[in-house]
Each structure stands twice: as C-alpha cells, then as structure tokens.
C-alpha cells in the first residue's frame, strides 16, 4: 500500500459525458502529480500541483482540468470525453524535497463507450 | 532532462540474474539516478536510486561508473513476479513531475 488513495477504481462512461477522479495523496505530502496511461502512449504526465497550487504542466487537453484542495486532495476533471481518453489515470505524490521518491496511487481505470 | 536509453525489452528465466543497462549521457552534476517498476495495470514502484558507485537493497542493486554516463539495475534470481516494465529515470530537481520513458519490459518465463 503506497498510502496514495484514489476513487473510483473503475469508471464506465459515455462519450461526451464528464467524470471527476478523485486522489487523496500520502500524509504530509504537497506535491500531487496526474499521470494517463492509455496502451499506444505509456505514461504520460498531466499536471502537477504543490500545496494547492498548479506547478507544472505536461500533455493534459484542454478538456482536462485538476485542482488541489486545502486539505490536499485533488481532483481530475474530464469532459467532452471521447473514446480516446479510455486509460488507465494514476496520481502521485511526493515530499517536495531533492530525491526523494513519488508515490502512486492504484489508479483509475476510465473506460469510455 | 537528461537524454535516457534502455533496452525496448529483455527476457530472462527464473534464478538468473538480470542486469538492464540505462544511459543518460548528459546528467547533470547534481542528478541523481532514480529506477521504478511498474506491474500490469498497478502504478509504478520506486525501487532504488544512487549517485555514484553501488547502491544495494533488498531488491536490486544500481552499479554507476565514475562518468555516471549510464548506470546498470540488477535484479539478483528474479522470478516470474519480477515480470515487469522497468523504467530508468534522472528526475531533475525536487519537486518536479517524473518524466517516464517507454522502459524495459522484462520477461521472465520457467
């Protein structure tokens, strides 16, 4: 148990419809990242946030939004979807100090139809 | 970011030992060299991380030379649950996104 938890676990939808993935980081970590893993692109960064704040940002769509809450949490919001977006969502988290190492939810299976 | 090789894929049998070789020619002096494994459908894993020389723990040992040009993961008699994708990775500073590469599917079959 990497101590990152993330809901649902699985999630079947329709195209165009909207979901929100939900991830609770490890206790006292402030970084949370957002990572998609689809099985043609391997696992590509979305955002990351650092104690409720965006820090960076990777291949994330326009469609695609997170945030961070004061308690940590983050949430990764996805609308307008289409069948491509079907992956596999994984967040982590980290201490935001050199080398240390990131955490990983079990993630979040999205299956659009 | 450094630039990291490694192996598409390698096969190997149970009780052997496996060594996946990463270059990262251009890392920086502060770079450190971080390994993760990732499982079907699980999130990756951190395994090990070094700077220089060897680094050992109860999973595998990191052999670095002196240039730190590459670095050499081994996995001592692995076993068919060391089936895996194992990713080789120079994160850059604390604090910033893990950038993952296609990594190196092992195999490892009876």
């Known amino acids: 148990d990497s101590g990152v938890t993330q809901t649902p676990k699985h999630l079947i939808t329709a195209t165009g419809q909207r979901v929100t993935l939900r991830c609770s980081p490890r206790?006292?970590?402030?970084?949370v990242y957002w990572y998609q893993q689809s099985l043609d692109q391997g696992l590509q960064f979305l955002i990351q946030?650092?104690?409720?704040?965006?820090?960076a940002k990777g291949n994330i769509l326009e469609r695609f939004s997170a945030q961070q809450f004061p308690d940590l949490h983050s949430e990764l919001n996805l609308s307008s979807l289409e069948l491509g977006d079907s992956a596999l969502y994984f967040c982590?988290?980290?201490?935001?100090?050199?080398?240390?190492?990131?955490?990983f939810g079990q993630g979040t299976r999205l299956t659009v139809v | 970011l450094a630039k990291i090789t490694q192996p598409i894929s390698m096969d190997s049998y149970e009780g052997q030992e496996v060594n996946i070789t990463c270059s990262h020619n251009n890392i920086a002096t502060n770079d450190y060299i971080t390994w993760y494994q990732q499982f079907p459908s699980q999130g990756p894993r951190f395994i090990i991380q070094g700077y220089k020389t060897k680094v050992t723990n109860e999973v595998a040992s990191l052999f670095i030379p002196a240039d730190r040009k590459s670095s050499t993961l081994s996995l001592p008699r692995v076993s068919l649950s060391d089936t895996a994708v194992y990713y080789c990775?120079?994160?850059?500073?604390?604090?910033?996104?893990?950038?993952f590469g296609k990594g190196t599917t092992l195999s490892v079959s009876s």
């Open positions: 982590a988290s980290s201490q935001d100090r050199a080398n240390t190492e990131a955490f």
């Open positions: 206790s006292g970590d402030l970084s």
């Open positions: 946030y650092y104690n409720g704040e965006e820090r």
């Open positions: 990775l120079v994160p850059r500073r604390a604090g910033t996104a893990l950038i």
